[in-house]
């Protein structure tokens, strides 16, 4: 079964806009994970946050995560129409980790 | 840049026939996974393996489903018979547990259509 939800399940921005998805998880983790889809590929990793950690940035993602609330968002800045894919974050504890249903993200040129 | 390999990439099959995907994960990496992923969900695990020994399967349908990964290196899903309900991608990933961050590696799916 899936760990989580994203929220919001689609979103449609038009390019050099932020994007920002949100995940909420059930149980405790010792780590998050972000990871892309393009449409019909397999998974990429883009970002790990420990349960340790509140922020993280890597390029234009910023990470967020707050245990307390049992939630994470992902900030894409200045999006591009490449950053179009679904984005899916997963909760890992103990190597078993869980995927939510992912965000659809839409970015017009 | 090393990939994980998995093939076919398609597949179209009638339900009750017998179906056969394989994965042959990045060297060295111990941690092989199966997920199925259903249209617009995210991938469910169905199988988990370190080396050649499943270390989680509780999500895998035995009745019709099984896995392995005879010498700890590349895997093979099998599905007989397939059913309706089996059409998604599947998926197979691997990891270093050696690793801190157990990021996962993902190829490119085989996509299964059952008619």
């Known amino acids: 079964s899936q760990q989580g939800e994203e929220d919001p399940q689609a979103l449609s921005i038009q390019e050099g806009e932020n994007a920002t998805m949100n995940c909420s998880y059930k149980t405790s983790i010792n780590n998050l994970q972000w990871y892309r889809q393009n449409s019909g590929r397999g998974l990429v990793h883009l970002i790990l946050?420990?349960?340790?950690?509140r922020e993280k940035h890597s390029g234009r993602l910023r990470v967020t995560l707050d245990t307390s609330k049992k939630s994470s968002s992902l900030l894409i800045t200045a999006s591009r129409a490449a950053d179009t894919a679904s984005y899916f974050c997963a909760s890992e504890y103990n190597n078993d980790m869980r995927f939510g249903a992912g965000t659809r993200l839409t970015v017009k040129p | 840049e090393a990939e994980v390999a998995q093939s076919p990439r398609y597949k179209i099959t009638e339900k009750s026939q017998a179906v056969a995907f394989w994965c042959d994960p990045i060297s060295g990496h111990a941690t092989l996974y199966w997920y199925r992923q259903i249209l617009g969900q995210g991938p469910e695990l169905l199988v988990q393996?370190?080396?050649?020994?499943?270390?989680?399967d509780s999500q895998l349908p035995k009745d019709r489903f099984s896995a392995e990964r005879l010498k700890g290196v590349d895997s093979t899903l099998k599905i007989q018979p397939a059913e309706l309900g089996d059409s998604a991608m599947y998926l197979c990933?691997?990891?270093?547990?050696?690793?801190?961050?157990?990021?996962?590696?993902f190829g490119p799916g085989t996509r299964l259509t059952v008619t």
């Open positions: 946050i420990r349960s340790n950690e």
């Open positions: 990933a691997s990891s270093s547990p050696g690793q801190a961050s157990y990021e996962q590696y």
């Open positions: 393996f370190q080396d050649e020994s499943v270390v989680d």
